[in-house]
């Protein structure tokens, strides 16, 4: 089935932790999204990416690292979890030229808590 | 700064019409998304204006007036299901999607 996976739903770990979420699209759109969404706030974008082996900088880049090898996936780091990192994690996907001229899929997000 | 604009909750009755609005100041305009969030879940698209006017789908329509910096959605025959968050997003000059906070809907029998 087409759609946008993002593993794992729901995770828990400790300050100082690294943790990787895993975000994979099968529409083959050029462009990945991630965003935080928290209480008070509208989606806040983290990263982005173009295409394979392009990605920039968002609103919120800080301690967070991403990659794109593979058109298909786009994981995001917390090299070094903080509290203020607890949210909820949404991956997002889009086609189109500008990935902004079309809507963006979302999947159904990553609850994460850093303790 | 760039901003969007939107009421953080409104109240409306099943069977009834609501409208909620959008407000926005960008550097420069290249169309609006409306999303709907229902609680614990993902972003779901809605609509999209890029040119003004009204925009007709089903019991949901979306209208933009770029000169006034505003667009609405409007809910018709509301249902239960409908109360959820709704969230506007303008695509400045720049090509970035700037996101407003949401309006949470609750819908009452």
């Known amino acids: 089935d087409a759609g946008i996976t993002q593993s794992p739903r729901y995770k828990i770990t400790e300050t100082g932790r690294q943790v990787t979420l895993m975000c994979h699209q099968t529409w083959s759109h050029s462009y990945m999204f991630w965003y935080r969404q928290d209480l008070g706030h509208g989606l806040r974008l983290i990263y982005y990416?173009?295409?394979?082996?392009?990605?920039d900088k968002g609103e919120v880049p800080d301690g967070y690292v991403v990659s794109r090898s593979k058109t298909e996936n786009f994981p995001l780091t917390l090299e070094s979890a903080t509290r203020s990192q607890t949210s909820v994690y949404f991956c997002?996907?889009?086609?189109?030229?500008?990935?902004?001229?079309?809507?963006?899929?979302f999947g159904d997000g990553t609850r994460l808590s850093i303790l | 700064g760039q901003n969007i604009d939107q009421p953080t909750e409104m109240t409306a009755t099943e069977g009834a019409i609501v409208q909620i609005n959008c407000t926005y100041q960008t550097s420069g305009f290249n169309g609006l998304f409306w999303y709907q969030q229902h609680a614990g879940e993902a972003p779901t698209f809605l609509s999209y204006n890029v040119l003004d006017g009204l925009e007709e789908k089903g019991r949901f329509s979306s209208f933009l007036s770029r000169s006034k910096g505003y667009s609405y959605l409007l809910l018709k025959e509301l249902q239960m299901k409908d109360s959820a968050s709704y969230l506007c997003a303008v695509v400045d000059s720049n090509y970035q999607l700037i996101w407003g906070a949401g309006t949470k809907l609750i819908i009452k029998p």
């Open positions: 997002a996907s889009s086609g189109g030229e500008t990935g902004r001229d079309q809507p963006q899929h």
């Open positions: 990416s173009a295409a394979a082996d392009i990605t």
